[in-house]
């Protein structure tokens, strides 16, 4: 069995302007509505090598239009389950671009500051429940190419590694493959 994660091509949300925690959080819902951007196209081998995969694909746009763009075809199935980690939003006062914003929130996250997100304990319990979901696909289809997102694929790919699955491929950049085989 195989189960191949692709990540997303890059948002159209994906900007760095400068920002308000407001705005910020503005910038957070915009990012999740964003589709792929028309400059960012999937690697030309990547449809070939998931010729006959079963695909499956995060609930979130970008992951839905990448699984279309990359393959010519909507994914079977969509998995709110496999979508990523939510972004936290503290309300400090300062003016930073976006990137600096994820940095921060991110590391505030890490520490257990959640902000009335996800918690790091509760995307771990979802990603382990994803694992299994995936799994469950995996046995009744041999091959699945999974369109999702950096931080989610990375903490499932963790999962399967942990009860014995072998990663042979690790890229998590905009459209980067985590490749995972059974023993």
């Not at 070939?48 to 839905?64: C, D, E, P």
């Not at 496999?82 to 991110?106: G, M, Q, S, T, Y």
């Not at 257990?112 to 009744?140: F, P, Q, T, Y």
Request: proline letters at 4%; one cysteine or more; hydrophobic letters at 40%.
């Amino acid at each position: 069995m195989e189960i191949v994660f692709i990540r997303h091509g890059k948002p159209t949300g994906s900007t760095n302007p400068k920002l308000t925690a407001k705005e910020f959080a503005w910038w957070v819902r915009d990012y999740n509505r964003s589709e792929v951007a028309e400059s960012s196209k999937p690697p030309v081998q990547l449809k070939s090598q998931l010729s006959g995969y079963y695909v499956v694909s995060s609930n979130l746009r970008r992951a839905i239009h990448s699984a279309s763009l990359c393959l010519a075809k909507d994914p079977d199935l969509t998995l709110r389950g496999i979508r990523e980690i939510d972004i936290p939003r503290h309300k400090i006062p300062l003016v930073l671009r976006a990137k600096h914003w994820l940095f921060i929130n991110r590391l505030l996250w890490l520490l257990g500051l959640n902000a009335k997100a996800e918690s790091l304990k509760d995307a771990k319990v979802r990603a382990k429940n994803a694992a299994l979901e995936i799994v469950d696909i995996a046995n009744k289809h041999e091959k699945v190419a999974v369109f999702g997102h950096g931080l989610m694929n990375r903490s499932i790919a963790k999962e399967l590694e942990s009860v014995g699955w072998q990663c042979t491929d690790k890229d998590s950049s905009y459209w980067g493959v985590i490749r995972l085989k059974s023993n």
